[in-house]
């Protein structure tokens, strides 16, 4: 079966744009912690019976009511009486070095171990398109896909690195994204460690796919 996981789904739009770019995928599973948006991804593919929507972030564990930190955006609707509104670039990580990340704007979700639902969800024989846009937590979530063998799932890993905007979080640094992008070429994923081959977003707006 061919599967095509969007990690960090936002509104649907990219995924509106992946269906058609791509041949068809028997599903298109969606991950987005923010209820709003996965209300706008199940209305937008509300007739399309292959779309399934997954409330939760993805990580290494799972656990409930950890903080989302919510980053301002004008064009959206207010979020819940938080006074601010729903942007693109919210993260599990207080740290994280954006303009519009404030660390009293969050609201509590639940995560879900992304390597143990790949492991009991899927066959290895089973063709896996993966699109990861997690803001920073992509390291420890390929890390541990690594180490527990998820990663053998994946055909085909298309990722927004974030490791430029964490110059004062050590535990994201440069010699650590290196490391991993080596770990992952190692299995046969064709990764650069840069956004303008492996942003799937950015791939396809450039018309590269």
Known sequence: MRYYIDVGAYNGDLLKKVINCFPPFYKYICFEPVPQLCEKISNKFKYNDKVFVINKAVSTVNQEKIKFYICYCKEEGGYEGKGTEIGT???????????????????????????????????????????????????DILEHMIETGA??????????????????????????????????????????GKNDHDDLSYLIESNKI
């Not at 509590?108 to 063709?127: L, R, V």
């Not at 896996?128 to 803001?135: A, G």
């Not at 640094?173 to 992008?181: A, C, M």
């Open 151 to 192: 990663i053998k799932y994946v055909n085909k890993l298309y990722c927004e690195w974030h490791v430029s905007k964490f110059k004062k979080y050590k535990k994201i640094n440069r010699n650590r994204h290196n490391k991993l992008i080596k770990r992952l070429q190692k299995r046969g994923l064709s990764i650069t």
């Open 89 to 139: 670039g919210s993260t599990l990580f207080e740290k994280k070095e954006t303009a519009n990340i404030d660390k009293n704007i969050f609201l509590y979700i639940s995560t879900i171990n992304f390597s143990q639902y790949i492991i009991d969800s899927f066959e290895k024989d089973d063709y896996i398109i993966l699109k990861m846009d997690v803001e920073g937590k992509e390291y």
